[in-house]
């Protein structure tokens, strides 16, 4: 995951007990800290990306580092940004002694290699109960949809772009209409007969106040319901404070500076919850049984977890760690449902982030499924390794009663047997699953997914929305591939 040379910050920080078997190297990376961070094993990456990737962006932010070299990989815009939050110093925080034993050990410790996969269950190309379509835009070569999602209440599919578009379709996904707006739509919700729109501000790493939330009337007018948010990347409404009016829970994801805030619907009023970076998703559920919205709140960048905010009325909350995850876990959604049927929501992680400082294969990338003990504590019972997995959502796909599942891998990779850019995981009991890939070619990247009943057929269909960087490399991606909709035909 991004990021992982904030997780080495802390560890720099952080008080153990330094045993008789540690070297100056590993003592060193364990000295003085009071963040809860993991500490990172060296086995988390291999030699070349610690070296090459990790190790050298550490430095930058101890000081050690050559600020000029810096300034030539980044733009300026985070250069500024991370200077003024104090992320690169200007004198060194560690001897240049001590820092060359810490960058030793985990040279020396990590694998020549990324470890290898443990053994899953093999993907078919079986297609299942499943028909797939391609929707090309041969207008846009290149994959720029940053959205989908399904319209509950009517026979719609609303299309987010990075190029300033809102499409809507209808049931046979033709444009039915198009809205222009001033910056990338990242999530919709429909809620309490009201379209709300979440714009991202810029797509690329930055922590201005660019974001905004949105409402969309009938007349197809934008009206402000939070200005001034900070890479925007989740939404969900709910009567917080139990006044009656809804309020708006958002992960600003941002870059060096993030928060998870709530805006109150009456006063719209700004409320932190939690300062840090990387607020990914949020569900909004009673987990502690007393009639009151609690929180749960999925984290990334390097201090990576979930943690559980507790309502304790009035708008005020408690926050209490549940899971704590490596620092280059690359978390990237997180789905809360009750998927053994128990009565208690459990945790479903998917990881697979595969940017910036670390990249190369990791084999705990993938989906895991965390249960709940009835009293709020998680323990993970099952995981699907795939390489670069984005989301997974948990719907009953089959109508046989229990939660099957569908995923999608936005960094998967091309060396493996068969494509598993998308997966359908077909659930058979007892945490085992039939997984196809529906026979779906290596086409696109898909950045996004969504669940729904357009057609209103009683059986849920899933659209993927292809984002990519750059232009499309010959060969491996279709030019104008936007959407795959994969419709179910159980019905």
Known sequence: MRYLYLSLIFILLFSSCQSGSESEGEALAKKNCASCHKFPDPSLLDKK??????????????GVGNRFELLTKIPEEQYESATNLGIYPETPEISQKDWEAIVAYYIENAPEKPLPQAKKVNVSNETMHFSTREIIYPEEPTGVVTSVTFNPKQKEIWIGKRNQKLEILDAQLQIKK??????????????????YILSIGKMSPNDQKLGSLLILNQKNALSLAADSLKRPVDLQISD???DGIDDFVICEYGFEA???????????QK??????????????????????PDILVLTAQSREGVSLFINKGEGKFMEKPILLFDSVYGC???????????GKDDIIITNGDNADYSKTLKNYHGVHIFINDGRN???????YPVYGATKTIARDFDLDGDLDLAMIAFYAEPIMPKNESFLYFQNQGNLNFKVSNLNIPFGGRWMVMDAGDADQDGDLDIILGNFQFGAPK???????????YIENKIR
């Open 49 to 62: 990306t610690w070296k090459e990737g990790v190790l050298p962006e550490m430095a930058y932010r101890l």
């Open 178 to 195: 198009t809205i222009r707006t001033e910056r990338p739509v990242v999530y919709a919700n429909f809620h309490a007969n009201k379209s």
């Open 240 to 242: 917080i404070d139990q």
């Open 258 to 268: 993030g928060e998870l805030i709530w805006v109150n619907g009456k006063t719209k």
């Open 271 to 292: 409320n932190i919850l939690k300062i840090q970076a990387g607020t990914r998703n949020v569900s909004i559920k009673d987990m502690t049984g007393d009639g009151l």
């Open 332 to 342: 990237s959604f997180m789905e809360v449902v009750d998927f053994n049927q128990d």
């Open 377 to 383: 504590n998680f323990k993970e019972k099952y995981f």
């Open 474 to 484: 010959k060969g491996k991606v279709k030019p104008g591939l936007q959407l795959n």
